[in-house]
């Protein structure tokens, strides 16, 4: 009955190595270093409870930021207004949109009015310009004969 409750060799698998952590050694302690004499001492060095002394030069605390002041304007409001801002820069998009699309238009009208112009001229010149013409019929109105108005001169 001297034996433990828990002996590792019962619960082991055969031919499986099993590793137990070991303790370690309590650390050495370091004898204290002596302070200098004078009202602040260059490095600055303090025993801990487990004995152990830490040396360093003393730093200034550092300051924390101040905190970032609240804006006058709550965030809804300022949302708002950038939207506002979006749905502006959009219809002015939409009018310059809508502005050249007008020009356009009236550019193809113009373009489309002149070249009628230019044919309508070149017609207006073959059928009245007969003079120097050869190959086309002259036709005499006074000696002429309508047979489809049965008028016969």
């Known amino acids: 009955m001297n034996e433990p409750a828990y002996h590792?060799?019962?619960?082991?698998?055969p031919g499986v190595e099993v590793h137990r952590p070991v303790p370690l050694a309590p650390a050495p302690t370091a004898p204290p270093v002596p302070v200098q004499p004078g009202g602040i001492p260059s490095v600055a060095s303090?025993?801990?409870?487990?004995?152990?002394?830490?040396?360093?030069?003393a730093v200034t605390p550092a300051q924390p930021?101040?905190?970032?002041?609240?804006?006058?304007?709550?965030?809804?409001a300022v949302n708002i207004a950038?939207?506002?801002?979006?749905?502006?820069?959009?219809?002015?998009?939409?009018?310059?949109?809508?502005?050249?699309?007008?020009?356009?238009t009236a550019l193809i009208t113009q373009l489309v009015t002149?070249?009628?112009v230019i044919f309508g001229g070149w017609v207006a010149?073959?059928?009245f310009s007969?003079?120097?013409?050869?190959?086309?019929?002259?036709?005499?109105?006074?000696?002429?004969?309508f047979k489809r108005n049965h008028f016969h001169g």
């Open 82 to 104: 950038l939207g506002g801002i979006g749905f502006a820069a959009v219809c002015g998009g939409l009018f310059l949109l809508t502005a050249f699309i007008t020009a356009l």
């Open 125 to 127: 010149v073959q059928v």
């Open 114 to 116: 002149l070249a009628a």
């Open 8 to 13: 590792p060799a019962r619960y082991d698998a």
């Open 130 to 145: 007969a003079r120097g013409h050869r190959g086309g019929t002259t036709v005499n109105i006074r000696k002429a004969t």
């Open 65 to 76: 930021e101040p905190v970032a002041a609240k804006p006058p304007v709550s965030r809804a």
């Open 46 to 57: 303090v025993v801990l409870p487990d004995g152990r002394v830490v040396t360093g030069y």
